[in-house]
């Protein structure tokens, strides 16, 4: 009874280290990942022109989705962000979704959100895994795309990206990109085929 016991504790404890291992690695490059340079303007897909402020607000998207267990980790910090920073910068879910996923989806936080079925609108971006964010400022130039943090609760206050690029935007400060912000962590997109350049 008890090898039986300790042989399941055991195999609890490799699983558990085996999927943290996983999500602890960068996420694969997609082959072809194509991503508009910070500075340049972006022109949304319709999709989020129906649902993003009028131009002069900056704008950050949340990629998120629900079967990737890194976006649900964030959901917490991605919902203190909203509260501190949203009188002054409009916040959109996009929830990448599998081509053919039917139902309802959202992001679990309360903000306006658009599907992206296929990752049309991830693509577009040069966004390739989730949770991921793109910040446009006012006048819709691309002034960060990348994670929120290096740790995957956010509890690391100096590496806190994704607030820093807010504060930096709301500030008129243009700051030079953090290199580890740009290596994508968590799940890859819905459907991608992604090889390992890491």
Not at 55 to 64: I, Q, S, T, W
Request: hydrophobic share 40%.
């Amino acid at each position: 009874m008890i090898v039986a016991v300790g042989a399941a504790l055991f195999a609890m404890g490799v699983v558990f280290w085996q999927r943290d291992l996983f999500y602890s690695l960068p996420t694969p490059r997609p082959a072809g990942l194509v991503q508009p340079p910070l500075g340049q303007r972006v022109a949304l897909p319709r999709e989020l022109r129906d649902v993003a402020p009028a131009p002069g607000r900056p704008l950050l998207l949340d990629f998120y989705n629900a079967d990737c267990p890194c976006s649900r980790f964030n959901r917490d910090h991605v919902r203190a962000l909203l509260d501190r920073f949203a009188r002054d910068i409009a916040f959109v879910a996009v929830v990448e979704t599998g081509a053919n996923q039917d139902g309802p989806v959202d992001s679990g936080v309360a903000m306006p959100h658009v599907v992206d079925r296929g990752a049309a609108i991830a693509k577009s971006l040069g966004v390739y895994s989730t949770p991921q964010a793109v910040l446009l400022d006012g006048d819709g130039r691309l002034v960060y795309r990348g994670n929120y943090n290096t740790s995957r609760y956010c509890t690391e206050p100096r590496t806190q990206f994704v607030r820093i690029a807010l504060e930096n935007v709301l500030q008129r400060r243009v700051a030079a990109a953090e290199p580890e912000a740009g290596i994508a962590y968590g799940c890859a997109l819905p459907g991608e085929e992604c090889h390992d350049d890491r």
